[in-house]
């Protein structure tokens, strides 16, 4: 009896300890910047996923997510923004613009958008926006940019029985994109051709940022739970991706950003069981760590190499889940609470 006991009590430790050590119990973290930073007015209730157009020195910004853990924050209004990044630094208000969205078919007491992605069609920037209803009900919104507004436009909702729960995309083509579906157990990625999904990855736990290095053929999926970002070869199909690494992040991450040299930026969670608790009290005052990490991959993609371009304890940016990068400047979301943006005073730094 005693034998069995011993077996028990070893497996529940250790149990135990793998729990521990899955939700970052104990972590420090240590404040550190790549130079001055400066909170954004304008998205209050969060900046949880952003989107460069690099020829245009701007960013599309998402506001106002409703997720399996906000459905308490269905009176919230969801809004895109739009950030420019040419605006004066310095002592001034720096500020991003919320976007008037026209159309007739357009639901905005509905709209809780979270993933966004973009596509240049025929000279227009169109973005495609994941969007949960205040019932749960899952789409992705198309918009066409107009500058002069500036405005979006609303073209078209798109609606699939395999839209199970997305969470993020990015855009392979005109009206083509890929997207995840996160969750537990039922997490899948999905290749939209323009009018039926294709499934390309399965057995993914909790499936959240993506995105594709056209150049390259190189996909990249997060995985939160596992706390780890996979790399795959991307056929010219768009049908089928193989695996090639899994880079060991050691934190929870979220959103991702390639930049113009293929290396990776990624919003982070470093203390999980912090940041689940703040994103049940986001009109509160609880708060959670971030962390910005940046990846550098070898030629092959087997092996990387990993630092920390910005941290905090949560009191100046609470629950980081991406970063952009644009010359000399970082633009950081968060969840549900604010934006910020930090000047880069030293390349070396990242």
């Not at 130079?35 to 996923?49: A, F």
């Amino acid at each position: 009896m005693s034998k069995w006991l011993s077996v028990i009590v070893v497996a529940f430790c250790a149990l135990a300890w793998r729990i521990r050590d899955s939700i970052d119990v104990g972590r420090t973290i240590y404040n550190h910047r790549p130079g001055i930073c400066r909170q954004v007015h304008g998205p209050v209730d969060g900046s949880e996923d952003i989107e460069l157009i690099r020829s245009e020195g701007v960013a599309f910004i998402t506001s106002g997510i409703l997720s399996i853990l906000h459905l308490h924050r269905a009176h919230i209004n969801g809004k895109l923004f739009l950030y420019d990044f040419n605006q004066k630094l310095g002592k001034d208000q720096l500020n991003a613009l919320d976007l008037h969205i026209k159309g007739e078919l357009f639901d905005q007491k509905h709209f809780h958008p979270q993933g966004l992605t973009h596509w240049v069609v025929k000279g227009v920037i169109r973005l495609y926006v994941i969007n949960h209803s205040d019932d749960f009900k899952h789409s992705v919104e198309v918009f066409d940019y107009d500058p002069s507004g500036p405005a979006l436009n609303h073209k078209i909702s798109i609606k699939h029985r395999r839209f199970v729960r997305p969470n993020d995309l990015v855009a392979v083509g005109p009206d083509q994109f890929i997207y995840t579906n996160d969750g537990y157990n039922g997490a899948s990625v999905y290749y939209w051709d323009g009018k039926e999904p294709h499934r390309l990855l399965t057995g993914i736990i909790t499936a959240n940022g993506i995105a594709f290095d056209a150049k390259h053929d190189k996909l990249f999926v997060v995985e939160t739970y596992h706390k780890r970002l996979n790399v795959y070869n991307l056929n010219k199909e768009r049908r089928n991706a193989t695996l090639i690494s899994h880079v060991d992040l050691k934190s929870s991450c979220d959103n991702l950003f390639i930049d113009q040299d293929g290396s990776v930026f990624v919003g982070c969670h470093p203390v999980f069981h912090e940041v689940m608790r703040a994103m049940r009290d986001c009109e509160g005052p609880t708060t959670s760590p971030s962390q910005i990490l940046h990846v550098k991959f070898d030629e092959d993609y087997r092996k990387a190499v990993i630092s920390e371009p910005y941290a905090n304890d949560g009191k100046e940016l609470s629950g980081s889940s991406v970063a952009t990068i644009y010359n000399n400047q970082m633009l950081i979301g968060s969840v549900c609470k604010g934006l910020l943006h930090c000047e880069i005073a030293d390349h070396s730094v990242l």
